[in-house]
């Protein structure tokens, strides 16, 4: 069945390193992918969406290109800050109705 | 409001009692979603509704779980009979229009703990 997978974490890193948080994705036609970001003790804020083919997603420094002949869909930022630290969640849209249906999160550790 | 609220923030319960949980869409949402997120665990779809119907019941755990909404607004999730596997933070979300393009805006959750 359809389904997103994603790294395992936590991933620790300093601050100012490179991050690149791994997603493909299983999925019949050509979905919206998606990455949402959660911050302790709240809910998801979507960080970034693309939505077609060779589709670069980007917010707040971070970026993900729409790869539909890896089906890779992966996050990346040149250069992470403590504040940084979340658990990032990538996901697909669904086909005929709205069902996005996530990995199983990947935690982000930053240390100063 | 100006985002997706739910209530109560937390809910510990005993085992046996029902629970009721809210959800307060964005003004002008018509797509609202329910979702599990368990310790450790990804999410897990439960419910979503277009307008005030419920189209895809398939996510519900069990018999014990019910959603409606009224209004095209608000949403509730009642939980009969909690068992303690029932325990997790549930997420409530909206997006404006039903599509895959759609993303959904998210609120900070309820975490309900039964004892």
């Known amino acids: 069945g359809d389904s997103v997978t994603q790294m395992e974490g936590p991933v620790t890193l300093s601050e100012e390193a490179f991050l690149t948080i791994n997603c493909t994705y299983t999925?019949?036609?050509?979905?919206?992918l998606f990455w949402y970001v959660q911050y302790p003790g709240e809910g998801l804020q979507l960080l970034l969406k693309?939505?077609?083919?060779?589709d670069k997603g980007s917010n707040k420094g971070f970026e993900a290109t729409y790869r539909k002949e890896t089906t890779s869909f992966h996050l990346e930022k040149g250069s992470v800050q403590v504040s940084d630290s979340a658990v990032y969640f990538c996901a697909r849209g669904g086909t005929g109705f709205q069902k996005l249906v996530f990995g199983t999160g990947t935690r982000l550790l930053v240390s100063p | 409001g100006a985002g997706v609220s739910q209530s109560p923030s937390n809910k510990v319960t005993e085992k046996g009692k029902d629970v009721e949980l809210r959800c307060d869409p964005i003004?002008?949402?018509?797509?609202l979603y329910w979702y599990r997120q368990s310790l450790g665990q990804g999410l897990e779809f439960l419910i979503y509704?277009?307008?005030?119907?419920?189209?895809?019941k398939s996510g519900l755990p069990s018999d014990r779980f019910s959603a409606e909404r009224t209004g095209g607004s608000v949403s509730t999730l009642t939980i009969q009979r909690t068992q303690q596997e029932d325990s997790a933070v549930y997420l409530c979300?909206?997006?404006?229009?039903?599509?895959?393009?759609?993303?959904?805006?998210f609120g900070d959750g309820t975490r309900l703990s039964i004892l």
């Open positions: 999925a019949t036609g050509y979905p919206s």
């Open positions: 979300a909206s997006s404006l229009v039903w599509g895959s393009n759609q993303p959904q805006h």
């Open positions: 003004s002008g949402h018509t797509a």
């Open positions: 693309a939505t077609k083919a060779d």
């Open positions: 509704f277009q307008g005030n119907s419920a189209p895809d």
